[in-house]
């Protein structure tokens, strides 16, 4: 009896528990759903009273203190700058100046905790794009939070801060691999400015590591400047490792200059099939004619990847395709694969068999064949 009645309390107690966590968890609902209500609300009001300063010169609605030091504030802000442009641009800078919005933003990213606050703080200041507050952007890419250091550097590049870039591009040695690609994706925000220092790093230090330099390389074929192709072939004449081998072709089929084809032709005959198959791909990437041959004859390599690249640079290349037509009816059935494949993703396969099968010449340009077949 005693036990029974025990376990009753005990029931009874652990009902009185989940009910108060209930209420609890519907009463933090209730204040969270309130407190983005008055955060929305303010920030609309605010976007109002920033609108009105930006487009009227004497406007006299007043910005307070403490208005400016409000979250909603700092969102209606980042919200109107990024419609912008011109002598409202110009307005609204000037209300950033005048009211400290950056200089309390880099008082909050200097201070030691909390991590949400600061980590608002520089998200902030990239996207309010304040010159004065680069120095304290380029001071944290240091800092020792990798979301903080990443929001800098994004910051930077939205500013442009050329001055920036060096220290940026220094530490790829030493960043992790998440932080390192997006470094490589703000330094891409600068444009053609990265791309010199961008080299520079990768001929210091593609001898002693791999990774940073790697990266620097896709990075310069991102931006693709194509005065950038000479400096890449020199690095490719060093034989670095296969990594930055491999990256080097990669940015030479992003920068995608015809003075590159014939390095890369020679490329076709390394013994290591990662670097033939991405140089085919670069081929294809720059589309040059006098690449037909040789990404023929590299549709009977050994290796699948050589081939299935191959086939698909060919299907880039003008005049390329007739080469593929000529592999579905040779010798290597291996070629013929690569060949329906790559023809097939270009929509062309159906027309193309139809042709060898009515004997037509592989040399016979396929479009005519297609308008005499009607639609496949």
Not at 207 to 219: M, N, V
Not at 265 to 285: E, M
Not at 324 to 340: N, Q, S
């Amino acid at each position: 009896m005693l036990d029974t009645r025990i376990a009753e309390i005990g029931t009874f107690v652990i009902y009185l528990i989940d009910l108060a966590l209930l209420l609890l968890l519907v009463g933090l609902k209730t204040v969270h759903r309130r407190r983005v209500g008055n955060h929305d609300r303010r920030r609309q009001e605010f976007l109002g009273l920033l609108s009105r300063h930006v487009s009227y010169d004497d406007c006299i609605d007043p910005i307070t203190p403490r208005m400016a030091e409000d979250p909603a504030f700092l969102d209606a802000l980042i919200d109107v700058r990024e419609v912008l442009s011109g002598h409202e641009l110009s307005n609204l800078e000037d209300i950033v100046a005048q009211h400290g919005v950056s200089a309390g933003l880099t008082r909050r990213l200097a201070s030691r905790f909390p991590l949400g606050r600061r980590l608002r703080a520089a998200v902030a200041l990239a996207e309010i794009g304040d010159k004065s507050a680069a120095p304290a952007m380029i001071l944290h890419l240091s800092d020792h939070e990798p979301d903080i250091r990443i929001e800098c550097a994004r910051g930077l590049a939205r500013l442009k801060w050329t001055p920036a870039i060096d220290d940026i591009v220094a530490r790829f040695a030493i960043e992790e691999t998440p932080v390192r690609a997006r470094f490589a994706d703000s330094l891409v925000g600068f444009g053609t400015s990265a791309t010199w220092p961008l080299l520079a790093y990768v001929r210091v230090n593609h001898r002693s590591e791999d990774a940073g330099p790697a990266l620097a390389l896709r990075t310069v074929g991102r931006i693709r400047e194509l005065d950038a192709a000479g400096s890449i072939h020199d690095v490719l004449a060093e034989a670095p490792s296969l990594e930055v081998t491999i990256a080097a072709v990669e940015a030479l089929g992003g920068i995608a200059s015809p003075d590159s084809a014939p390095r890369l032709h020679g490329l076709l005959a390394d013994d290591r099939w990662q670097v033939r198959a991405k140089s085919a791909t670069a081929l294809g990437q720059i589309s040059e004619s006098s690449s037909i041959l040789l990404l023929s004859e590299a549709l009977r390599d050994a290796n699948f990847w050589v081939r299935r690249n191959s086939a698909t640079a060919l299907a880039r290349i003008p005049d390329g395709r007739t080469a593929l037509y000529a592999a579905l009816v040779g010798d290597d059935p291996y070629a013929a694969d690569a060949a329906a494949e790559a023809l097939a993703d270009v929509g062309e396969l159906v027309a193309a068999r139809r042709r060898v099968e009515a004997g037509r010449s592989v040399e016979e340009p396929l479009l005519a064949h297609m308008e005499s077949e009607g639609p496949t």
